[in-house]
């Protein structure tokens, strides 16, 4: 693991932005792996940024999203296909139709689940995987438990889980109880990982996750047996984890 700490959350966001258009510039026609949450929205904007000044184009690359909401449509505008259309697809310049995300309002979740899983297939492995974690250690939304999955599945959300995402919904019971993600497999197989955390909420869990046990308790302890993982953080949030080097 490449461990890189940040004093202002500017320059992590232009840090991994490099990183992932590095990618895209080294290999055009890139699969580009993409996460949702409030911790990327800045390092989509420094791609953004990098694609108004003609460093980096989209056009031949692919992306595929890591998780939706179950119930809501594309459009609706709690999805994270809204989120990934305001934040970054109508943004730059994608080829229509080479945006990928599970349909989490398809009347056969489980047969949704197959369908993006074999597109995932089709793909091989990702070029690069953009990642964060959840407050409770999860990725994607691979959450806490006994056993982790490597195929993409319907999961049932942890009232935690429901609660830190609660902030984009009117209310708490709007947040949808369950979710369409992609497993722990086709993130771990990404030729590079970029992964980023800011803030200061996430210190104990990222202590936990790459300081502790691989635990399925805590999904993103997984991480460590990554051998290209890019770790990006900024000063607040490294505390416990650089601490103890
Ligand atoms: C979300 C997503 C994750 C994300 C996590 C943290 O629900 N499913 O991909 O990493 O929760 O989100 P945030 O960045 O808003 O803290």
Do not use: C, W
Request: charged share 20%.
């Amino acid at each position: 693991m490449q461990l890189k700490i940040f004093q202002s959350e500017e320059e992590l966001d232009l840090a991994a932005a490099y990183s992932v258009a590095q990618v895209i510039i080294e290999k055009p026609h890139a699969k580009i792996g993409l996460a949702t949450g409030q911790t990327p929205i800045g390092l989509y904007e420094k791609l953004f940024q990098l694609f108004e000044k003609g460093q980096v184009s989209f056009k031949q690359a692919t992306s595929y999203n890591i998780d939706e909401y179950v119930g809501l449509d594309r459009d609706h505008p709690q999805s994270f296909y809204s989120f990934m259309k305001t934040h970054l697809f109508s943004n730059v310049d994608f080829t229509e139709g080479h945006m990928h995300i599970p349909n989490g309002a398809a009347p056969d979740l489980e047969a949704e689940a197959k369908r993006y899983e074999d597109l995932l297939n089709e793909a091989g492995q990702l070029d690069v995987q953009i990642l964060s974690i959840g407050l409770n250690g999860h990725i994607g939304f691979n959450e806490p438990g006994s056993t982790l999955q490597a195929e993409t599945h319907v999961v049932t959300l942890t009232q935690d889980t429901r609660q830190a995402n609660s902030k984009a919904f009117p209310s708490p019971s709007d947040v949808p109880k369950q979710a369409i993600t992609m497993g722990l497999g086709a993130m771990m197989k990404a030729r590079k990982i970029v992964f980023i955390a800011k803030g200061g909420a996430k210190a104990a869990i990222l202590k936990q996750a790459f300081k502790g046990p691989i635990d399925p308790l805590v999904p993103g302890s997984l991480l460590q047996l990554h051998p290209n993982l890019e770790v990006y953080l900024d000063a607040k949030t490294a505390t416990l984890i650089a601490d103890e080097r």
